[in-house]
């Protein structure tokens, strides 16, 4: 099976920075995606990871280390927009096919 | 480009009432899944297809039943509908892509189903 664990919430300031951890236990380790989910809508791809290290894009940076079993989503220059909930899911071959699976979310709160 | 659509939007059901949700995606893609996303325990697998004709069992498969008779669309069917079941329901559909490519995630706009 999976494990995977992640804040359930964080407040943070608009303007600032704010890290969302995310740690995971699993076998056939494939990838590792963020979505965000505003409240009532559908979650939406953020960022994948596959290789160890940081992929960059805009404002959203996601950091993976496949040997510690850890990743982290980097929010900069935070808006209030950005209040919602963000999802870490793990992909995982099994048996030839591939199966995400996600933590429960961390809600972020950005305060002006 | 419609992406995933899932109907209905939003359903009422009595106990014991059986309903059937559908899935469609225009996207081409191998495979489809079904979640429940209920408060505090985020998104959890119902059922998956790798393929047409093909489905299996996720983490929480119990009085949920799936068909994938074409590869555009994935049914989820509630049998005998409980209160237990009342959630919002989300299909995702992924391309089989190359192992290791970025393959994310398309998700419907949800369903949210009301058992009383």
């Known amino acids: 099976g999976q494990n995977i664990d992640q804040p359930t919430e964080m407040t943070a300031t608009e303007g600032a920075i704010v890290q969302i951890n995310c740690t995971y236990q699993t076998s056939g380790f494939n990838g590792l995606f963020w979505y965000q989910q505003h409240a009532g809508e559908a979650p939406t791809f953020l960022s994948y990871?596959?290789?160890?290290g940081l992929e960059e894009k805009g404002r959203f940076s996601s950091f993976l280390s496949r040997s510690k079993g850890y990743s982290y989503l980097l929010l900069k220059e935070l808006q209030m927009k950005d209040s919602a909930s963000y999802l870490c899911?793990?992909?995982?071959?099994?048996?030839?096919?591939?199966?995400?699976?996600f933590g429960r979310g961390t809600s972020l709160i950005v305060h002006p | 480009n419609a992406g995933v659509t899932q109907t209905p939007k939003f359903r009422v059901l009595k106990t014991g009432q059986s309903m059937t949700l559908l899935c469609a995606q225009d996207?081409?893609?191998?495979?489809m899944y079904w979640y429940r996303q209920d408060p505090g325990m985020g998104l959890r697998l119902i059922h998956y297809?790798?393929?047409?004709?093909?489905?299996a069992k996720g983490e929480v498969p119990d009085g949920y039943n799936v068909s994938r008779l074409k590869k555009q669309n994935f049914l989820l069917g509630l049998e005998s509908a409980a209160p237990s079941q009342t959630s919002v329901y989300f299909c995702?559909?992924?391309?089989?892509?190359?192992?290791?490519?970025?393959?994310?995630?398309?998700f419907g706009q949800g369903t949210r189903l009301t058992v009383v």
């Open positions: 899911a793990v992909r995982a071959a099994s048996g030839g096919s591939y199966i995400p699976t």
């Open positions: 297809s790798v393929g047409e004709g093909t489905t």
């Open positions: 995702a559909s992924i391309s089989s892509g190359t192992e290791g490519a970025n393959t994310e995630a398309f």
């Open positions: 996207m081409n893609h191998e495979y």
């Open positions: 990871n596959v290789l160890d």
